[in-house]
């Protein structure tokens, strides 16, 4: 059974920089798309980026030049490196992998990141 597990939250000053890491128990290969998702305090959970095996990206509006988020197969790691954060950015990341075709999916139990002078 695949697990993801993330990593590389934190506190960040607005403006400044994380990436975070989501790695996989065994190849995310068979994955065909994988995501991040965050939650806010208060508020329901959303999705940021996706991408699929291929490397196909699509992001929410709000982090479109901020964000980028990638997929290294051969390591079993998704990334998000996220720039020119904002406070509003502050919720705790989630990454998700699903299956074209099926309602199969799996979830990490997510990384705080914090935002905040």
């Known amino acids: 059974q695949v697990q993801l597990v993330e990593s590389g939250g934190g506190l960040v000053q607005p403006g400044g920089s994380l990436r975070l890491s989501c790695a996989a128990s065994g190849s995310i290969f068979a994955i065909d798309s994988m995501g991040w998702y965050r939650q806010a305090p208060g508020k329901q959970r959303e999705l940021v980026a996706t991408i699929t095996r291929g490397g196909s990206a699509n992001y929410e509006d709000s982090v479109k030049g901020r964000f980028t988020i990638s997929r290294d197969n051969a390591k079993n790691t998704l990334y998000l490196q996220m720039n020119s954060l904002k406070p509003e950015d502050t919720a705790v990341y989630y990454c998700?992998?699903?299956?074209?075709?099926?309602?199969?999916?799996?979830w990490g139990q997510g990384t705080l990141v914090t935002v905040s002078s």
């Open positions: 998700q992998g699903s299956v074209t075709g099926s309602f199969w999916e799996v």
